[in-house]
């Protein structure tokens, strides 16, 4: 089976740096995604990361070390659009072709 | 690309009713997903379809629950009876395949039972 960990809660103040770490426990490892979710919203793809290293996309990064199952999302400059939940998730089943998802990091920004 | 379609956004019914979600992938997406998300179990996946095929229903809950892909640009998740423990948003979500393919959500179906 899949477990992946995360932090339930994160607050940060705007314009600061976070990260948000995640754990996992698969079997079988494809890579790992990050999406985000506002309130009332569907989550959105944030980024995808398949080997050791870091990816970066404007303000987001993402890092994963695969002999640590360990990856992170960092955001930086943040801005209170950032407030959401962060989660991360893994490919799974037959083909990994769907995901099985973190139960997300709710992510405050303040002023 | 409209993206994920999904109808209606917001349903109230009462308790035993049945109750018929509707998706619309996007196009030329070989795969369907069917998702809920309450608090209490984060977001689940309930079934996903291959080329219309369903591939994995090992998410839905039990037999009240039922989903069909007639054609590649539609699906639909039925609940009947429906129960106020199903009460929860409901996602369709396509994407091409594979490990490294971006999943598109839907905005959701809000479904309350009562």
């Known amino acids: 089976g899949q477990s992946l960990e995360q932090p339930s809660e994160v607050t940060a103040v705007e314009g600061a740096i976070v990260q948000i770490n995640c754990t996992y426990q698969t079997s079988g490892f494809y890579g790992l995604s990050w999406y985000q979710q506002h309130d009332g919203g569907a989550p959105t793809f944030l980024s995808y990361?398949?080997?050791?290293g870091l990816e970066e996309t404007g303000r987001f990064s993402s890092f994963l070390s695969r002999s640590d199952s360990y990856g992170y999302l960092l955001l930086q400059e943040l801005q209170m659009k950032d407030s959401a939940s962060y989660f991360c998730?893994?490919?799974?089943?037959?083909?990994?072709?769907?995901?099985?998802f973190g139960t997300g990091t709710r992510l405050t920004v303040i002023p | 690309d409209a993206g994920v379609i999904q109808s209606p956004r917001h349903e109230v019914t009462e308790m035993g009713q049945e109750v018929t979600l509707r998706c619309k992938p996007i196009?030329?997406?070989?795969?369907l997903f069917w998702y809920r998300q309450t608090m209490m179990r984060g977001l689940e996946l309930l079934i996903y379809?291959?080329?219309?095929?369903?591939?994995?229903d090992s998410g839905m809950p039990e037999d009240r629950f039922s989903a069909k892909m007639p054609n590649a640009s539609f699906s639909t998740l039925k609940i009947q009876p429906s129960e106020p423990r199903d009460s929860a948003v409901y996602f369709c979500?396509?994407?091409?395949?594979?490990?490294?393919?971006?999943?598109?959500f839907g905005e959701g179906s809000w479904l309350t039972v009562v």
């Open positions: 979500a396509s994407s091409s395949g594979g490990s490294g393919n971006t999943i598109y």
């Open positions: 998730a893994v490919p799974e089943g037959s083909g990994a072709n769907n995901l099985f």
């Open positions: 379809f291959n080329n219309n095929v369903p591939i994995d």
């Open positions: 990361n398949a080997l050791d």
């Open positions: 196009s030329g997406h070989d795969y």
